[in-house]
């Protein structure tokens, strides 16, 4: 059905006033937002994506000339996409600290002594203020299956440099990190290429 001219300028009016109406909502919300600190990030939930965002918010960091720091937990793999190019970079410090996926050890001796030495290299970058941004993929792991002392990386966390940002990235982040955090955003899983026969594809998930 085709508007009226009429029709059309009472359509158009009402958008501009909710416009309007919007518009002074979110003006008062950003002149309230005048804190400036590092914020704790975690991304967390079953869907893919979640350490591709991090390094999409590496590359804005990038951008300004931050320094940045990485840890990798339980992957072990150092030839994907994301190291080749991040890791190469001079204000990136990258470390790949794990063994494999638990399925692939099978030893939880070996992972939890694994987590603790990698712990070591993201403690010393989180109690180091010339890291910006530090990137702690995969720790949710480490903390819900009980490999680090829940408390000690908490601290850690809630310790750092003040203008430090902390993105944290992996399944089923515990309640006490959730509540630590300034952003939590969850992932969902509606569909994936795997379950369909379609083997990681290298520059999209490698």
């Known amino acids: 059905m085709t508007s009226t001219p009429e029709q059309l300028a009472e359509q158009n009016a009402r958008h501009a006033l909710r416009m309007a109406r919007k518009k002074a909502v979110i003006d008062a919300a950003i002149a309230r937002a005048t804190e400036e600190r590092g914020l704790l990030i975690v991304v967390t939930g079953n869907g893919k994506g979640k350490s591709t965002s991090a390094f999409g918010t590496m590359a804005r960091a990038l951008g300004y ?10 992957k072990s793999r150092t030839d994907t996409g994301e190291e080749a190019f991040f890791g190469a970079l001079p204000k990136v410090e990258w470390h790949v600290l794990g063994d494999g996926f638990t399925w ?5 001796e070996q992972d939890i002594a694994t987590a603790e030495r990698g712990w070591q290299v993201a403690a010393r970058m989180l109690a180091d203020p010339s890291f910006d941004l530090v990137v702690l993929d995969e720790l949710t792991y480490l903390l819900s299956y009980q490999y680090l002392d829940a408390d000690s990386v908490l601290d850690a966390l809630a310790q750092r440099p003040e203008m430090q940002h902390v993105i944290v990235t992996g399944r089923g982040a515990t ?5 630590l955090a300034d952003t939590v ?4 899983d509606e569909k994936h290429a795997y379950r369909a026969g379609v083997k990681a594809q290298r520059g999209i998930d490698l």
Do not use: H, P, W, Y
């Open 104 to 108: 692939d050890t099978q030893n939880r």
């Open 175 to 179: 309640d006490a990190l959730i509540e």
């Open 185 to 188: 955003s969850v992932i969902a």
């Open 65 to 74: 000339g931050m320094k940045i720091g990485v840890c990798q937990f339980l």
